[in-house]
């Protein structure tokens, strides 16, 4: 089941919810495959509400997110019930440290995908806040553009930069 939500609304929530980490989750090429992010931003472009997703070219979900359309969000939500506070932090530190490239997440985690509701991108019961997500642009970074101590502190001397995923949000909601 799914609680509606107005994205707009729940915006400090969901960006406070990117210090601990929030899960892309894209499915291309026949794969599945959820990342934690701490990067962010939420907000209203082009009159749309948008999720702007940074993700490093190197990371298998670089890959992925180059041959899809969408993505979802999946946000952890404190029910109150900590065995599944527990479980959520374990998969959000799990997805931050292995890569989809070596072996299946979902499949090694258990985790329960629930079908996308606008988007083909699934859903994580594990972590029920979910924004669908239409990526409707892309720009990779220009680190030169960038200064010196912000380049030197996030990306050292590795020329490995950041493409921004706008994805409008489509759909909102909280599973239940």
Same mark, same amino acid.
């Given at each position: 089941?799914?609680?509606?939500?107005?994205?707009?609304?729940?915006?400090?929530?969901?960006?406070?919810?990117?210090?601990?980490?929030?899960?892309?989750?894209?499915?291309?090429?026949?794969?599945?495959?959820?990342?934690?992010?701490?990067?962010?931003?939420?907000?209203?472009?082009?009159?749309?509400?948008?999720?702007?997703?940074?993700?490093?070219?190197?990371?298998?979900?670089?890959?992925?997110?180059?041959?899809?359309?969408?993505?979802?969000?999946?946000?952890?939500?404190?029910?109150?019930?900590?065995?599944?506070?527990?479980?959520?932090?374990?998969?959000?530190?799990?997805?931050?440290?292995?890569?989809? *490239?070596?072996?299946?997440?979902? %499949?090694?985690?258990?985790?329960? !995908?629930?079908? $996308?509701?606008?988007? +083909? &991108? =699934?859903?994580?019961?594990?972590?029920?806040?979910?924004?669908?997500?239409?990526?409707?642009? *892309?720009?990779?970074?220009?680190? %030169?553009?960038?200064?010196?101590? !912000?380049?030197? $502190?996030?990306?050292? +001397? &590795? =020329?490995?930069?950041?493409?921004?995923?706008?994805?409008?949000?489509?759909?909102?909601?909280?599973?239940?």
């Amino acid at each position: 089941m799914r609680e509606h939500i107005d994205v707009i609304e729940r915006a400090g929530a969901i960006l406070g919810a990117l210090t601990p980490g929030a899960l892309v989750t894209v499915k291309a090429n026949g794969r599945v495959n959820p990342m934690t992010i701490g990067w962010g931003m939420l907000g209203i472009e082009w009159r749309r509400p948008i999720f702007l997703a940074y993700v490093r070219c190197d990371r298998y979900t670089h890959e992925l997110l180059e041959d899809a359309d969408c993505f979802t969000v999946n946000v952890p939500v404190s029910t109150g019930d900590a065995e599944a506070d527990r479980r959520a932090r374990h998969v959000l530190g799990f997805c931050g440290s292995h890569s989809g *490239r070596d072996g299946d997440k979902v %499949a090694e985690l258990g985790l329960t !995908l629930v079908p $996308g509701e606008e988007v +083909d &991108a =699934p859903a994580i019961r594990e972590l029920p806040l979910t924004l669908e997500c239409r990526i409707i642009y *892309r720009r990779d970074q220009d680190t %030169a553009l960038m200064p010196e101590e !912000l380049r030197a $502190g996030t990306y050292g +001397d &590795a =020329p490995v930069y950041h493409t921004a995923y706008y994805g409008e949000v489509v759909s909102a909601y909280l599973l239940r």
